[in-house]
């Protein structure tokens, strides 16, 4: 979920949909049609372009529908996701075929995990359900608790069997964790049904990401606003064009815990065991919203200039922008396209 950092913050990024994207139309006479979906914690927004309601209606639909469906089968929330289920096989030896979409998110993120040398890694959900409790009751994980959790986590102690896209977790009470991902996926999905129905021209956010699709008619893109809020709570406009593309937000500015003067962040290096203290706030544009999503959160995990120059090196062609304070100071890295 995305909520506005508090006064301690310093730098936030929003994308707030511009109001006023309805250009002259050179095609079929399309109407804008706007419609919401709440799921995986956060509420959908899917505006799009249609001949009338009843094809924006079925478009939008077929989002929503796709949206539970990816949530139904990659949910650590709930028992009997697909994603649960997998978890309950950890340390049994026994290998799990899976579906195409989780074969899909769980390959994305190996790779990810290996090329990030595990800064980036769906094995830490032990290590996330106890942040997560420890957030919600404000007090620190004991040090035990911690050890304890990071026998089970590990990305190499989750297995995949190409094969047969059968999936092993090696370590006993492995749990996995497609938080900083599957978001992104949905969206995909989300957007390629909206397709399906031959309407090309949709926007769909979700909790601070989003993926566009064609732009609106006559436009040249959909007109998002980056929202900068200060940390004296001046508000900066950026606005960006973006179509064809997608833009995900991560930070550990808005969830965490607050403790001898540092704040734990819901986003953990699960090479420590730690929340992330660094205050940054990570927005990256990619081809894919599964990809912009996993990289946000891999470059929040390396902190703000490591992670930074990492996704320079690694990704030339991915533009991202990285906003933190140093020395007291509001710093920026980057810009979107
Ligand atoms: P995001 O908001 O996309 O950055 O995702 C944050 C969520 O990803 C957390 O709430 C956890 O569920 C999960 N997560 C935390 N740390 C990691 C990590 N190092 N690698 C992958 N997922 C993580
Ligand atoms: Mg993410």
């Not at 089968?73 to 195409?100: F, N, Q, R």
């Amino acid at each position: 979920m995305f909520r506005l950092p508090t006064t301690t913050a310093l730098l936030s990024l929003i994308f707030m949909l511009s109001t006023f994207h309805v250009g002259a139309q050179t095609e079929a006479p399309l109407k804008r049609f706007t419609f919401t979906h709440p799921q995986m914690g956060t509420l959908f927004n899917i505006s799009l372009f249609a001949a009338d309601s009843a094809q924006a209606r079925k478009a939008a639909d077929a989002a929503r529908t796709r949206i539970d469906e990816i949530n139904n089968a990659m949910s650590d929330y709930t028992a009997i996701s697909e994603l649960s289920k997998l978890s309950t096989t950890a340390g049994t030896g026994k290998s799990t075929p899976v579906s195409e979409p989780l074969w899909t998110v769980l390959s994305a993120s190996q790779e990810l995990a290996v090329k990030s040398k595990g800064a980036f890694d769906i094995t830490v959900g032990p290590l996330s359900k106890l942040w997560r409790r420890a957030i919600r009751q404000k007090t620190m994980p004991a040090k035990s608790e911690i050890s304890a959790a990071r026998k089970s986590v590990g990305y190499k102690k989750l297995q995949l069997n190409t094969a047969d896209k059968s999936v092993t977790l090696i370590a006993p009470n492995m749990q996995l964790d497609l938080g900083a991902i599957a978001k992104g996926y949905a969206l995909d999905e989300a957007l390629k049904a909206v397709e399906a129905q031959q309407v090309t021209r949709a926007l769909i956010q979700g909790g601070g990401d989003l993926v566009a699709g064609d732009a609106p008619p006559g436009q040249a893109g959909w007109q998002v606003y980056a929202k900068w809020v200060t940390h004296q709570g001046q508000l900066r406009d950026t606005l960006l064009m973006v179509k064809r593309c997608a833009v995900a937000t991560s930070g550990a500015l808005y969830r965490f815990l607050e403790s001898d003067g540092k704040k734990y962040s819901h986003i953990i290096d699960p090479r420590t065991g730690m929340g992330v203290t660094h205050a940054a706030m990570v927005s990256v544009q990619a081809p894919t919203a599964m990809q912009a999503d996993a990289l946000a959160t891999t470059v929040s995990v390396m902190g703000p200039r490591k992670g930074f120059a990492w996704l320079q090196k690694n990704y030339k062609d991915i533009p991202a922008v990285v906003t933190f304070q140093e020395k007291g100071k509001p710093v920026q890295l980057g810009k979107l396209r």
